[in-house]
Structure formats: C-alpha cells, structure tokens
C-alpha cells in the first residue's frame, strides 16, 4: 500500500503570512488532489494535478506536483482567517487510479 | 444538484453490537468510496464499490464490510463493535470515468459520526 506524509501537522500562523504544505511519498502516484476539510463535514476539493511538475493556481494557493510524481506542495501566501482548517492531500494509486489515498493531513490555524 | 447523503449524521453503540450505515451518492455518480476518520490515523481507506461489485479494499478486519445495490447507493456494516472503531466515517462518490484530473475527484458527504460506549 502506498503511503503520503504530510508535513507540517500543524500550522499557526499570523494573518498576511505565507505558508508552504509538503506532502510525500516513496511511491509514484497517477494524480494527487488536495482536499480542506472544516469542522463538521467532509473535505472539498481544491485542485488536482496530473502531469509531473505541474503547477496550479487557484487565487492565493499555488499547487505543485513534483517531476518524479511522488510528491506535492500547497504554498498559500497572505494566508487569511478564512484559510483556517484541516488541508488534506491524497493519490491515486497506479495500480488502481479508484483507490485514492490520504495524507495524514495538516492543521491550519490563521490568527488575525 | 444534490450532494451525497450520509445517515445516520450521529449514533452511539456499546461494544459488540452492530452498524449500519448508509449513503446515497451523487446522481450519476456510480463509484462509492468509504473512510474511517480519527484524530489518530486520519482518513483511512475502506473499500470502494463500482457497479455494485468491490473494487478496491483496504486493510480492514472481516468486520467491516460493505455493498452496493443497482441504484449505486451503499451500506457499510460494522460488526462486532470495538471501543477503537469510534470515528467519523465518510463516503464518497465519484463518476470514475475515463483518465485524467477529473476521472476519480470524489464528492465527500458530511459522515457518520459513530461513538461506541
């Protein structure tokens, strides 16, 4: 079985402060996606990324999948309150692109 | 459009009893996908149904296990219960079609929040 590790686990920053979120592995992945999930329901998707050193914006979050596949990186710059909650990444296996992993997640706490 | 719906939202058991739980993806929605969240291990992989058939497992003991019926809505069981089966578990759903970034985006439902006493 293929395993993620996320890192930091948990993350307490000031507002306006920029902050990166690692997430690796040993194993080779068909796409990883990032989830946030808040207190009370399930994660929603950010973005996913496919194609090795694939880089995705999404207004204040840049997504990076790495050249080898077995690793990605969520940067957030001038993190607000809003940002607050729990940034899950997760793979989908080459074996089975169905079957899709998570990460051990990372805490996000932004103090205004 | 309607997401996916998990029931029951809440539940307590006492040990050695058994869990139903139930979820009705997205329409159109044919994978159904379970986890099993705790503040120790995070989101664990289940099982994953397609077409009424399991596609994929995790490694779970036989007590928990799972179906699909021809309107892709799921049930997970639980039996036997144990005081460390305490979790939320989630399902999720996807279309699973074809190859690419939007092939297995799962739509997650909101969990069942399952305490044993």
């Known amino acids: 079985t293929q395993l993620l590790e996320q890192s930091p686990q948990f993350l307490s920053i000031q507002e306006g402060e920029n902050l990166t979120v690692y997430c690796n592995s040993s194993?080779?992945?068909?796409?990883l996606q990032w989830y946030r999930q808040e207190p009370g329901e399930g994660p929603v998707l950010l973005v996913t990324?496919?194609?090795?050193?694939e880089v995705k914006k999404l207004k204040r979050l840049t997504f990076q999948f790495g050249d080898a596949r077995k690793d990605s990186s969520l940067h957030i710059t001038a993190a607000q309150p809003g940002d607050t909650g729990l940034y899950l990444c997760a793979g989908a296996e080459y074996s089975s692109a169905s079957k899709i992993i998570f990460g051990s997640g990372t805490r996000l706490s932004i103090r205004p | 459009k309607a997401g996916v719906t998990q029931t029951p939202r809440y539940l307590i058991k006492t040990r050695g009893q058994q869990v139903t739980l139930s979820c009705s993806p997205i329409s159109g929605h044919r994978s159904v996908s379970w986890y099993q969240q705790t503040p120790g291990q995070g989101l664990q992989f289940l099982f994953e149904?397609?077409?009424?058939?399991?596609?994929n497992k995790g490694n779970f003991p036989g007590r928990f296990s799972g179906r699909q019926f021809s309107n892709s809505r799921s049930e997970m069981n639980v039996s036997t219960l144990e005081l460390g089966d305490s979790a939320l578990y989630l399902c999720a759903s996807s279309k699973n079609r074809g190859s690419g970034a939007g092939a297995n985006v799962l739509t997650f439902g909101a969990g069942s929040r399952l305490t044993v006493l």
């Open positions: 990324v496919v194609t090795g050193g």
């Open positions: 149904y397609f077409s009424e058939t399991q596609r």
């Open positions: 194993s080779v992945f068909s796409s």
